[in-house]
């Protein structure tokens, strides 16, 4: 296991919004997708883990974090459904959960120097029709990091500064991800972005300094004392103006980021059966009611008569709707009214409603069994129970 560098939730939610823009643009490629199981390997503090389980509300989100710090601000979002763990990406059982549907990581792996092998025992955990979808920084070859490095190769810690920063290259390019991902026998979807996020000018601290003081810097200021690591950033500030100069509209910082997303084959993702709504509900009557069904859904009800399907139309009975309740009445051989089977139908003023069916010499058994919720039984033009219910 790999010792992860303490996490700062405060100062690394300052660019929230332009940190946020890969992964609306990783998500965006997924498709239509129908997860049981999802995980968010590193996923910080949890405000991009809420989203995905707001975009599947019917599926069990995992969200799998090493940084306490993080993750207190994760396990504050109690708004959506998450199961959070503290564990970091090397110890994590993939498949322990079940098959895994969809397997994201966002600008994670840079951390997880071995993640090329442990890809492997992941992606092997992908259900059928499962997707992996990664985003790694690629910008390692930035002035940001190229002037780190710089400061720490000529600085008296070096030995221990260096390697420390040597950890977060870890992360390779599209190519590298096509490689992995296929010869794990996934079809993939692999691309680069180089994002120009212009930030605010005119603060005190370079804001490129304070962007990277919440990653990238990370190992620095663990590796020196407060001092020497003030005089770290100071030095760091000095190059860091020169390389992203303020202009008047702000400091342009081009950002390159790595994208890759791998489906496995097969499975049911997306085309699962599964009920999305309720078209109509059948009721029957005898051959020649159908006048008295109107009576009953157009003239106390209110509904509207809708036609029939000419092909339908000859076989008698009659359609109605009312907001998005719709009633097929269709003519039924030997038919004998339904005693238990119902249609149960949402109208906004059930007093009236029953005072207007008492009057047409209707019943109406009031149910109580049901707390906070009135309703009523009665018959229709036919005979059949026909459930009422006030809706707010
Ligand atoms: C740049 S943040 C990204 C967080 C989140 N995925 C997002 O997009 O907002 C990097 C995260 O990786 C986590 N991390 C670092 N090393 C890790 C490891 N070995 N396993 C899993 N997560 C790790 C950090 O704790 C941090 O929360």
Redesign the pocket.
Known sequence: ??T??E?K?DV?ARFARE??R??DDLLARIGDIDPRIVV??????????VELARRWPQARVIG????PQ?LAKARAHTDANVEWRE????D?RAGGDGPIDLL?????L???PTHRELLLRWLEALAPGGVFAM?V?GNTAAPSHELMRQVAAEHPRRAELVPALSRARAAGGPEEYIEILTAAGLTVDAWETTYLHLLPAGEAEHPVLTWIR??GLRPVEQTLSTDEFAAFTREYEARLRQAYPERPYGVALPFRRVFAIGRRAGGDAGTRPRVVGLDHVQVACAAGDEDAQRAFYVGLLGMTEIPKPSLLAARGGCWFAGGEAVIHVGVEAGFTPARKAHPCLLVPDLDTLADRLADAHLPVEWDTSIPGIRRFHTRDGSGNRVEIQQVD
């Open positions: 296991m790999t992860a560098p996490w939730p690394y940190r946020r890969p992964f968010d390997l590193g996923c910080g503090d949890g405000s991009l883990t799998i974090e090493p940084s993080m564990q970091p990406a090397e994590w994201v990581t966002n600008a994670v840079q951390w997880v985003q920084p919440s990653t």
